[in-house]
């Protein structure tokens, strides 16, 4: 049975206690917002939705940040807020019964190149790897999202979606090879 | 860094190199912050209201009532929507109240609420 002391929210602690916590908090809302709101857009696909998610997942985060910090143990609190956004942006999906919109205006690839036709393979070649993302499973293409987008590990990784090291390093492999071979399949001949 | 017109000519497709390109991180809009600010605001001034809302509506019988700790949920429940000012605003108005009436009952009911608190 957990200890009832463990459960105290942000609201009931003493003042003093408070000032500190919401401090603490201040910097990791700065420290993780463009991660959570990274991550939030490659699910949903739009910023308007991006924006209600990343304040959603802060607002979940804030009632539960002082005991998620007692019981980090000194660990990053990434994957826990990560994981706060996966789980808000799995019933965000379940409630409007829908996919994401494929986020492509922001993959502008190589923006320090000038020769067009450089350019343009880029772009068709970002588009394609969109594409190919957008129908991977959907616990494939999060633990890419996560990887690429956010720079985690595969411990970070595991820790966001519940899941061993081992079984994460398995998933996230897969999920290349997958879009590797797809890729090939339509590469030009 | 890869030219990408030579994997599309016929090397094998980097699909790291592709995914490290493609998702990249977004920078969230500055509104966001000050949109998260007002919501967090709303939220503590909502359970402000609703307890200083509370706290004026109490009669004397209603204080009085307040000893009992089965009659604590209210207060415990808006303040757990809030915010610490929001529990301590109950306490100023139980003081204020305290003062006004000279009633030395009031300042162990708020103690006791601050304990419970």
């Known amino acids: ?189 | 860094m890869r030219d990408p017109s030579e994997t599309l000519s016929g090397s094998t497709w980097d699909v790291e190199q592709l995914l490290g390109d493609a998702l990249r991180p977004i920078e969230p809009p500055e509104r966001l912050s000050a949109r998260f600010e007002d919501t967090m605001a709303a939220i503590t001034q909502a359970a402000a209201e609703e307890l200083s809302d509370w706290a004026e509506e109490l009669s004397e019988s209603e204080l009085s009532a307040l000893r009992d700790p089965r009659n604590w949920v209210r207060p415990v429940v808006a303040v757990g929507a809030g915010g610490a000012a929001t529990g301590a605003l109950v306490l100023l108005e139980l003081r204020r109240r305290s003062r006004q009436k000279s009633r030395s009952g009031l300042r162990s009911l708020a103690g006791g609420l601050r304990a419970r608190l």
């Open chain 1, 1 to 189: 049975m957990s200890d009832p002391a463990q459960n105290v929210e942000p609201a009931e602690l003493a003042p003093a206690a408070k000032a500190e916590l919401d401090r603490a908090f201040e910097q990791f809302y700065r420290s993780h917002l463009r991660d959570v709101y990274s991550y939030a857009y490659y699910r949903v696909g739009n910023h308007h939705d991006a924006e209600d998610l990343t304040e959603q997942a802060f607002l979940q985060a804030y009632r539960h940040f002082d005991r998620a910090r007692r019981e980090s143990d000194g660990r990053p609190l990434r994957p826990w807020v990560i994981r706060i956004a996966h789980n808000l942006a799995s019933n965000y999906y379940r409630d409007r019964s829908r996919r994401p919109q494929t986020p492509l205006e922001n993959a502008d690839p190589i923006a320090a190149r000038h020769d067009t036709e450089a350019i343009a393979a880029g772009r068709e070649e970002l588009r394609q790897v969109m594409a190919h993302l957008d129908h991977l499973p959907d616990d494939r293409r999060e633990a890419l999202i996560m990887r690429f987008a956010l720079g985690m590990d595969n411990r970070e990784i595991a820790r966001a979606l519940g899941r061993s090291d081992g079984a994460t390093k398995v998933l996230i492999h897969r999920a290349i090879k997958q879009l590797q071979e797809e890729m090939e399949d339509e590469r030009p001949e």
